[in-house]
Nanobody, 124 residues
Framework: QVQLVESGGGLVQAGGSLRLSCAAS????????MGWFRQAPGKERRFVAT????????YYADSVKGRFTISRDNAKNTVYLQMNNLKPEDTAVYFC?????????????????WGQGTQVTVSS
């Protein structure tokens, strides 16, 4: 059984930075594309960033492009999301997700396994 565990969330002031980590166990995810999504209170879960199995291909939501960077370390079965210049509208629960496929994807239905989420709160 695959488990994803996110960490690194917290409270930060606008303009600050956070680095989220997502550690996978129960499956070697080096062949899987991975993604980050977020969900604000009362809103649907939305795509943030995705990375291919090799790390060669990445794709971002327009709202985070230039501020967030997704990366992965397949030797550590871990994917990261570096978030810089955070804004109050970035406040949400952030979820890590994995595909049983190598290519990037932006829809929730393309992802097979999910973490439990980590809260990110950005104060103004």
């Amino acid at each position: 059984q695959v488990q994803l565990v996110e960490s690194g969330g917290g409270l930060v002031q606008a303009g600050g930075s956070l680095r989220l980590s997502c550690a996978a166990s129960g499956r070697t995810f080096s062949n899987d594309a991975m993604g980050w999504f977020r969900q604000a209170p009362g809103k649907e879960r939305r795509f943030v960033a995705t990375i291919s199995w090799s790390g060669d291909s990445t794709y971002y939501a327009d709202s985070v492009k230039g501020r967030f960077t997704i990366s992965r370390d397949n030797a550590k079965n871990t994917v990261y999301l570096q978030m810089n210049n955070l804004k109050p509208e970035d406040t949400a629960v952030y979820f890590c997700a994995g595909r049983i496929a190598s290519g990037v994807a932006v829809t929730t239905t393309a992802y097979r396994y999910w973490g439990q989420g980590t809260q990110v709160t950005v104060s103004s």
